[in-house]
């Protein structure tokens, strides 16, 4: 029997809806050249990255002060903040600028100016303040540091920098104006997603994950869920919060021991049974 239909991929489906919103050729064209700055990304993911495990001993603050000059170079650098940079940035960290709570801590929004940090590009910023009292801790903060802080894709959140003020660990990333994936999903009295946009927000963070597994030390994700998947103004989907992250397996080995780790609920059961 011959099959004259079209194949359609998911792929194929995805730019019909999409391209279906555009309202002229140059959204077509950013498209061409998202894929284009994604190719590039994919060849400068190939740099010699260093691994969770190679720096998972170091404490001391020298360490940790000298990972800002190992891990950011370039267009990667990151800044070394202090606790009283970020108080000010975020109005003492205060409750009406939060953002969003998970396992590490509260999330401030916050705000950079020229004053404030000379050299930053003023920019509004989102922070993330360990909970002392909660069950995170160093390796969470650490993890961040060293995945967020080494790999730049269109679908992973910018960390622009970090602190360490004795017990204190903050992270600072760029701020994704419309929150989370769960919040614009379960928001009060808001419409209903259209189709595309949702089409166009599961490609972006399949495309995250693909950059990560597809990288020279790949790297396993262990927190997919809507909590963590964050939003730009135009719903470009990034993935954040890298802290229960892990450097995958490299070469000849196909896997790795671990334990389970993830969230209940998202986690699969075949996976969790493993324990
Ligand atoms: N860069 C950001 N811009 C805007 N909101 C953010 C940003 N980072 C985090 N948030 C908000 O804070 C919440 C918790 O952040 P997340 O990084 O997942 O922390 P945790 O590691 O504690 O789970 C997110 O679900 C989101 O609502
Ligand atoms: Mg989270």
Redo the contacts with the bound molecule.
Sequence with gaps: MSNNTKKITWKSMILILSCGNCKSSSECNLEEEEEESEKKVLKQGSFQRLCLSDVSNSSSSQAIEDLSVSLGAGSNKLYTFTLEELREATNNFTWSNM?????????Y?GFFDDKLRHGLKPQT??V?RLDLDGL?GHR?WLA?IIFLGQLRHPHL?KLIGYCYEDENRL?V?????R??L??QLFRRYSAAMPWSTRMKIALGAAKGLAFLHGADKPVIYR?FKA??I?LDSDFTAKL??F?LAKDGPEGEDTHVTTRIMGTQGYAAPEYIMTD
Aim: net charge negative; proline share 6%; charged share 25%.
């Design positions: 953002l969003g709570e998970g396992g590490f801590g509260p999330v929004k910023v989102a993330k995170q969470e961040e959140v992270l990333y760029e701020y994704m104006p929150g989370s769960e919040n927190d909590s963590n964050l954040s919060d802290g």
